[in-house]
């Protein structure tokens, strides 16, 4: 602790995957939506923007710490986009009765390379002087006090301050990195190790961005996803040896980036795009069906009336999605074709077959390949 009138010192960070050039923490914090902010933690109940009597910016927070019902009245120190300091006198409320505290919240970002920031969030609080009288009136000691603001608050900076590098994220890239009046499409890939295919990623993705679409990736768990070494060009083995689309992908930094750091699918807004995707690859059906996100992600957009796609095993994402559907014909990648892949590369060659009655019950009818690796697609409106 930094001086003996402190309760509480938290300090943790995580990692935002976008250049620094396009974070603005302090756009972020004075325009953070009530819903988001509690998102962002169980604890958190409330949050707007104001201002000091003297014209600064202040964010009201709403929060729980601990036992304690809090009100933080945030005044801006510094508002900068790589930095906010703020400061504020705290109504704390608990079992013991009511008090004031001041608690400074400092939310800052320094680069990590030309990709990545990395995002902190320290927060001090410290007993003023109607916090040492409370103490006396209640009879609290102060240490244990300390104790156990201290817990409670880190654990709390530990729950929100992923998920505000995850807003900041979020925020950045639908005011950075997109023109007005462009269009912008979700890839859903499978974070699965068993790997998504490279091509059913990079050949949409090379289409579309060629026509000034903005394409985003994302996937259950977020972060870096992996393709199957089969589909790697530069594999010796690969079954798609002259794939120049994926070569160069592959060899684009800001292309493998979007790879290298995918958004975690549940903490998408869906309302920012016009179409999804869903690559293919064995990886998906190990953990795109069945998925809540994933239904969730196709729900919304089919409800919408917006584009759904979906390439070979991705097409298992639309089981999800029954009602959807029914009556319709679909297309994919087909047990027949499984066999021969197994008897291919043995049976360590893991493929997860049980997709296969998801669609094959609600569909009208499944298109089956007429050779191993056909070249068939479906339009169904």
């Known amino acids: 602790m930094s001086n003996d009138h402190t309760l509480s010192l938290s300090t943790v960070t995580a990692t935002i995957h976008l250049p620094i050039e396009n974070v603005d923490i302090a756009g972020w914090l004075f325009s953070f939506p009530d819903a988001e902010y509690q998102r962002c933690s169980q604890a958190n109940i409330a949050a707007g923007s104001t201002t000091?009597?003297?014209?600064?910016?202040?964010?009201?927070?709403?929060?729980?710490?601990?036992?304690?019902?809090?009100?933080?009245?945030?005044?801006a120190k510094i508002r900068k986009p790589d930095l906010c300091r703020m400061v504020s006198i705290s109504d704390s409320i608990s079992p013991a009765g009511r008090t004031k505290l001041q608690v400074v919240w400092e939310l800052s970002v320094k680069k990590i390379n030309d990709l990545t920031c990395e995002y902190t969030n320290h927060v001090h609080s410290s007993a003023i002087d109607q916090t040492m009288a409370f103490f006396q009136r209640a009879q609290h000691f102060v240490e244990k006090a300390r104790a156990a603001r201290q817990q409670a608050s880190h654990a709390h900076n530990q729950e929100e301050t992923p998920k505000f590098a995850q807003s900041i994220e979020r925020r950045a890239l639908n005011n950075s990195g997109t023109k007005t009046?462009?269009?912008?499409?979700?890839?859903?890939?499978?974070?699965?190790?068993?790997?998504?295919?490279?091509?059913?990623?990079?050949?949409p993705y090379w289409h579309l961005t060629e026509r000034d679409v903005d394409v985003h990736f994302a996937s259950p768990r977020g972060g870096k996803v992996v393709f199957d070494p089969y589909s790697d060009p530069h594999f010796d083995k690969s079954l798609e040896?002259?794939?120049?689309?994926?070569?160069g992908f592959l060899s684009d930094e800001k292309s493998r980036a979007k790879r290298d750091a995918t958004l975690k699918l549940k903490d998408v807004d869906l309302s920012l795009y016009d179409a999804i995707h869903v690559a293919g690859g064995r990886g998906a059906t190990f953990d795109l069906f069945p998925n809540e996100d994933v239904a969730k992600a196709l729900e919304y957009f089919w409800a919408n009336e917006k584009v759904v796609g979906a390439i070979c095993y991705g097409a298992i994402a639309l089981g999800n999605i029954p009602d959807r559907?029914?009556?319709?014909?679909?297309?994919?990648?087909?047990?027949?074709?499984?066999?021969?892949?197994?008897?291919?590369?043995?049976s360590g060659f893991l493929i997860r077959t049980i997709h296969r009655r998801s669609l094959r019950k609600p569909a009208r009818s499944t298109q089956a390949p007429s050779r191993m690796f056909p070249k068939s697609s479906l339009t169904a409106g």
């Open 52 to 75: 000091a009597d003297d014209g600064r910016g202040m964010s009201i927070n709403v929060e729980t710490i601990g036992d304690a019902f809090v009100v933080q009245h945030y005044v």
């Open 181 to 203: 009046g462009q269009m912008k499409v979700l890839f859903i890939i499978s974070s699965s190790e068993t790997a998504f295919w490279l091509s059913e990623a990079t050949h």
């Open 241 to 247: 040896p002259k794939d120049l689309v994926s070569k």
């Open 325 to 346: 559907i029914r009556g319709r014909q679909v297309t994919g990648f087909m047990l027949e074709a499984d066999k021969q892949l197994q008897a291919m590369f043995g």
